[in-house]
């Protein structure tokens, strides 16, 4: 594709609920991201997958937290339980293995009302 | 643990003046460092970036960014800025350790620009 793809732009769910955000990365790129960006904030780094492998999830904030690339392509990051503080845009980006530069989608803003 | 600071969180200039936006990095080993533009409601953009080799680096839309070892120091300039470049702007150093890959980012700078 063009770019990397996030759907849904906008999310608005109720506390407690379970969501999904999608994220389709450019073809061909094997390194996916995902980072948040709460308000006024840059983004911090959640997860990162080499293929289909989560190589590094160290920014995960807690178990609520998970991430999936089962073809090495598609991601799918799932949050459970939402709170109000997870309220923030949730960004995915991609970048050619052994490159480091990253391309972002336009991001998933989740609203936790 | 690698950091960056942008010590200015919102800057005013006016159209035609030059801009220089402030970066800071922590890290141990020579670094792999970029700037991106975040206009409102829109993804991040890739201004430019810096590997090594030669320290000025250029990007795109007309910056400029030095990397200055010395003074752990990574700013990005503009000649003559346009109104179409307020937006929020954001130093970032790359990390690879292991499996370990990320960018670290600072907390942004907002430009806001008068005509």
């Known amino acids: 594709g063009a770019g990397v793809s996030q759907t849904p732009s906008n999310k608005v769910t109720e506390k407690g609920k379970y969501v999904e955000l999608r994220c389709d990365p450019i073809?061909?790129?094997?390194?996916l991201y995902w980072y948040r960006q709460s308000l006024g904030q840059g983004p911090e780094f959640l997860i990162y997958?080499?293929?289909?492998?989560?190589?590094?999830d160290s920014g995960l904030p807690n178990d609520r937290f998970f991430a999936v690339r089962p073809e090495g392509s598609v991601s799918t990051l799932k949050i459970q339980r939402t709170e109000r503080g997870d309220s923030a845009v949730y960004l995915c980006?991609?970048?050619?293995?052994?490159?480091?530069?990253?391309?972002f989608g336009q991001g998933t803003r989740l609203t936790v009302v | 643990a690698q950091s960056v600071t942008q010590p200015d969180i919102h800057i005013t200039v006016s159209e035609g003046a030059s801009l220089e936006l402030r970066c800071n990095y922590s890290?141990?080993?020579?670094?792999?460092l970029f700037w991106y533009v975040q206009s409102p409601g829109q993804g991040l953009q890739l201004l430019l970036k810096?590997?090594?080799?030669?320290?000025l680096v250029q990007g795109i839309k007309g910056f400029e960014a030095e990397f200055k070892r010395s003074q752990s120091s990574f700013n990005l300039r503009k000649p003559s800025v346009h109104w179409s470049d307020a937006a929020e702007y954001f130093c970032?150093?790359?990390?690879?350790?292991?499996?370990?890959?990320?960018?670290?980012f600072g907390t942004g700078t907002r430009l806001q620009v008068t005509l």
């Open positions: 980006a991609s970048s050619v293995q052994g490159y480091t530069e990253a391309f």
């Open positions: 073809s061909g790129h094997t390194a």
């Open positions: 997958f080499q293929g289909t492998g989560a190589a590094d």
């Open positions: 890290y141990g080993a020579t670094p792999y």
């Open positions: 810096y590997f090594s080799g030669d320290t």
């Open positions: 970032a150093v790359y990390l690879q350790t292991g499996t370990a890959s990320k960018l670290t």
